[in-house]
């Protein structure tokens, strides 16, 4: 592994819309039920958009907000996403570049708009997202270039997406010619809901699972769903599991060490990216040879101080903690 570990994001390349809302606005305008993530089109997100007060914009996806963290920490990042020839699509690639990441692998769209991602915070703190993937729903196979995997570490994937058709394959394939250890979020029970099939199969290439409590319980069966039943069965596909529980911790197992780590429980203003966050800590731990508890205290100390702000992003003062608490340079 090189002097400074470079990880390679395949991600949702998309803007957060980040707005307050009620219960009432999720049940009668989202089209769906309170939580997760829903596909909606161009009409529907410009209807939905226009019912809702000014929207806070902040560059997001999945993979992009675990490797912003994974910057801010010093670890190198590049970025595999799609955006269109727009403001939106320039300002996504100028916050990342802004950041320190490679800029290289980003893919373009001439005709279609840079993706966004609607996120719906009610006051329970909790976040429900309509998202039109725009742009970034356009990622074919003719986008991979070998050489986006050159002088990488690791290759973290979002479940999201798996909607790109084959694009995993491809990725996977590279990664493992190449002996480069993949991670994967699932991202969210739709889509393991959706795809639970191409994932089991996929699985069989991949070094690292995350999965939170309900995407974990859509995986191995919600009638059989323990956290501990579930990380026996997802470690059973890879060296390293992690199961996160949210306000009740994680549940951790790598090279057959297993290790529960206690959540930071903080005033939660919104969930938005605590998943992410909490990624990016545990893989900067796992990049830099820290112990399997360490990870995860990494990763609940950043999936706390993102769910304590509005948005994916952690200010600076809160890196600070983070830095000074777990004595980082």
Known sequence: MSQTPTVLGFGTAILDLLVRT???????HSGGGKGGMILIDE?????????????????????GNTLAGLLRLGIGGR?????????????????????????????????????CCICLVTPDSERTMRTCLGAASEMTEKDFRPEDLDGVDLVHLEGYQLYSPGMFELILAEAKKRNIPVSFDFSSYEIVKTFRERIETLLKDVS??????????EFVGRDKFTPEYALDVLSGYCKTAV????????LLR??????????????????????????????????????????????????????SVLGGSIPEDGWQRIIQKFNLK
């Open 243 to 250: 199961v996160k529980l949210g306000k009740k911790g994680a």
């Open 22 to 28: 009620d219960d009432s606005f999720i049940s009668e």
């Open 79 to 115: 970025m595999l996403g799609k955006v269109g020839r727009d403001e939106q699509g320039d300002l996504y690639r100028e916050r990342f570049a802004r950041l320190g990441g490679d800029i290289s692998s980003f893919k373009f769209s001439e005709t279609t708009r840079t993706g």
């Open 254 to 307: 790598r090279d057959g060490e297993t290790v529960s780590v206690e959540a930071e429980l903080v005033k939660a203003v919104d969930t938005t990216g605590a998943g992410d966050l909490w990624q990016a800590g545990f893989l900067y731990g796992h990049l830099t040879g820290k112990s399997l508890e360490v990870c995860g205290k990494l990763g609940a100390a950043l999936g706390a101080e993102v769910v």
């Open 208 to 217: 690292i699972i995350f999965a939170n409590e309900e995407e974990a319980a």
């Open 43 to 63: 009409a529907a997100c410009s209807k939905m958009l226009s019912l809702l007060p000014e929207c806070a914009v902040a560059p997001g996806g999945s993979a």
